[in-house]
């Protein structure tokens, strides 16, 4: 067994289900999305950036744009949260929290086309 795919496929795996766990819940509550679980979605996000940057193939500069697209979106989404916690004086109230779940929406698409991606590859390499 390969240790570098298979620390490759954990990370591009683990990317899409830590972003899956912030996103799930009531878009509006904050309650449901913690800052933790997006700080952990982005350092898992871009550890899987730097792992993909290796790969030479066509179908891996497309997981690098997906990956890359993923690090801005939940980057910009910390951000957002940031802003409102510590700049804006309403804090972060349903509206926030809506945006913020949004924009890592946008993530978790892009980490969900990266796994499609690496199935696809695992099953084109096996034939």
Do not use: C, Q, Y
């Not at 240790?3 to 795996?13: C, G, I, L, N």
């Not at 799930?24 to 550890?47: N, Q, R, Y």
């Not at 509206?95 to 696809?120: C, F, K, Q, R």
């Amino acid at each position: 067994m390969n240790f570098e795919k298979v620390s490759f496929a954990f990370f591009v795996v683990f990317a899409l289900t830590i972003n899956f766990g912030f996103f799930i819940g009531d878009i509006d509550e904050p309650k449901h999305h913690h800052v933790f679980e997006l700080f952990l979605a982005i350092i898992i996000s871009l550890i899987a950036t730097v792992i993909k940057l290796g790969d030479r193939s066509h179908i891996g500069a497309v997981l690098l744009a997906t990956s890359l697209v993923a690090d801005i979106h939940l980057i910009a989404a910390a951000i957002i949260w940031g802003f409102a916690e510590h700049i804006s004086a309403s804090g972060v109230g349903p509206d926030v929290m809506a945006t913020i779940v949004s924009v890592s929406g946008g993530a978790l698409i892009a980490n969900l086309t990266s796994v499609v991606l690496l199935v696809i590859e695992t099953t084109v390499v096996r034939r």
